[in-house]
């Protein structure tokens, strides 16, 4: 079984100033509450829980998994880099791999391979550890605009009983990723 750990926190993918201007607010008297908005409606899409399962601005996670297979499917696309390549070995000492053993194929999605085999490893959850960064260099501008027009509905409606129900995320299929694991 695969399981994803956060290593990092990343940047906002839209800042408190883009969403006052849409919002045409001048004043700051509602900065916090904007900025835990953003928070909301980018946590929606964002990473390892949001609705796109994928890494929007550029972050680094862990992925352990029990064994090696003969491509590992990189979740969270778009890849950017891989930092190690950890596991066990059959007596359970803990080794880094060399990355020049380690090929990448695509970006989105990215799978990893062995340039020759994987090594063995212990048969045990968790024998196997990637430490990888993933994310947009450049976010694309439907996300963007999907997180920027959920916030606005969110402080309009912020009132409302059912205030998930106002994050509009229409349109971002293409960007959605289907499964995991």
Not at 31 to 44: E, F, K, N, P, Y
Not at 94 to 108: F, H, K, M, S
């Amino acid at each position: 079984m695969d399981r994803l750990t956060p290593l990092s926190k990343p940047d906002p993918v839209v800042t408190l100033d883009e969403v006052k201007a849409n919002l045409r607010i001048t004043h700051s008297e509602e900065d916090v509450l904007l900025a835990r908005l953003i928070a909301s409606a980018t946590a929606s899409l964002d990473g390892r829980d949001g609705a796109l399962g994928r890494a929007l601005m550029p972050q680094r996670w862990r992925l352990e998994r029990d064994q090696f297979c003969y491509g590992i499917e990189m979740p969270l696309p778009p890849l950017l880099s891989v930092q190690a390549v950890r596991y066990l070995d059959a007596a359970g000492i803990e080794w880094d791999l060399d990355l020049t053993d380690v090929v990448i194929v695509g970006t989105d999605p990215a799978v990893l391979r062995a340039r020759t085999i994987w090594p063995t490893v212990l048969a045990e959850p968790g024998a196997v550890a990637i430490e990888f960064t993933a994310g947009y260099l450049q976010v694309p501008e439907p996300i963007r605009t999907a997180i920027i027009r959920s916030v606005g509905s969110l402080y309009v409606n912020r009132e409302a009983a059912a205030g998930a129900a106002a994050l509009d995320f229409s349109g971002l299929d293409p960007y959605r990723q289907w499964a995991f694991g």
